[in-house]
């Protein structure tokens, strides 16, 4: 299919007509095509259910059903590190310096790994299953979320004494870019805001189901959460004011890029929405497969939950991972290039490859195929 796409590129951009404009009709297929083919990292962890990427964007770390930590260098895929401890893992998270790693499992355990090394350093048990794992900036201090009903409950440890730190109500948390508040989402929807003393802020009831992800933005001045409940919520920090409700059905994670200029989130019909965060428009919605006519052909079951999804530090890359095991990643200029950007070089950023010899040789009749670029 990249082939096909590559093809499909060069022939538009040889069609363009004097003032180097092209029917919209073919730059929209091309556009859904080229969402259609995201660049795919092989994985053996059965189902992904957790996956975050580093804080210098070199690696990704991946946690599955199968119970094992896979680290991925980028952008090819390979493998760094299979780390195998731990049963079905929910969460995983980088330390701000990129030096560890910390995986969260259904089994009640928190297993603290070297990510240089793939050594594991230490463990904590919990009763209850782990539901996110977050660390505090700066510190070896880590907020863990347990699932436990109404009762669930998110546990702050310092691991450099082994000591609780805190007990706060919640089933999955995040901590401010600066880590001086910390935010929890609650099995009833409930979403509070903390202050570094672990005192509470805010607290508004958010959503009419379980919060499933929760997200600040860099500067630490808003907050994101998705809940099952088929809505994404952006509230103020300090106050927990709403400032939109955007709909995404069963939303089950978000993400704010880095510069903060775009929201995307992943749903249970492997749908990702993003949309702009000045008037919050949706500019676009990445679907797994389309009619003829672009119209989303949308599956049923757990293998299309997108769970997990970040951007890379450089906001140049869009990954999301599935429950069909598969880790995705989309070029950011593709959906949301501006008229300035070339369209078909914007279009191109999403296929890893290009002509081989041979694909010259049979298309073009030549050694060397012309570059596929446009100013259009």
Known sequence: HQLSLLLGLYAAAKSLDSQGLVLEEIKQFLQRASLGAATQMPLNVGSVESMAVSPDGQFIAVGGSEGSVVVLSMP?????????????ID???????????ASGARDGSVVIWDAKTGERLSRVEYEYQVQSVHW???????????????NSRVKGVDLSTRKEIFDLPGMRA???????????????????????????IAMVPGHDRYVHSIRWDRGGRRIATASVDGTVI???????????TLPNDFAL????????HLLASGNGHRIIAIWETVTFTQLYSIVGSTTITGDPVIGSGAQDYILNIEWTPDAKLLVASDRAGR???YARELFAYEESLPW???????????FTEDECRVYFHANTCEPLTSSS
């Not at 090819?76 to 079905?88: F, K, M, P, V």
């Not at 870019?177 to 005192?199: I, K, M």
């Open 91 to 101: 969460s995983i998270a980088w330390t701000a310096d990129g030096a560890l790693l």
């Open 234 to 244: 952006v509230w103020e920090a300090d106050s927990l004011k709403r400032i939109v």
């Open 174 to 200: 995040a901590w401010s870019p600066c880590g001086n508040r910390l935010a929890t989402g609650g099995g009833d929807g409930t979403v509070r805001v903390f202050d570094s003393n672990a005192e509470m």
């Open 327 to 329: 880790v995705m990643l």
């Open 344 to 354: 078909i070089s914007a279009m191109r950023a999403q296929i890893p490859r290009e």
């Open 136 to 150: 505090r900036a700066g510190t070896r201090q880590l907020a863990v979320g347990l699932a436990n009903g109404d």
């Open 253 to 260: 994670s978000v993400a704010w890029s880095p510069d903060g």
């Open 76 to 88: 090819a895929g390979g493998i760094a590190h299979r780390l195998h401890e731990q049963t079905w």
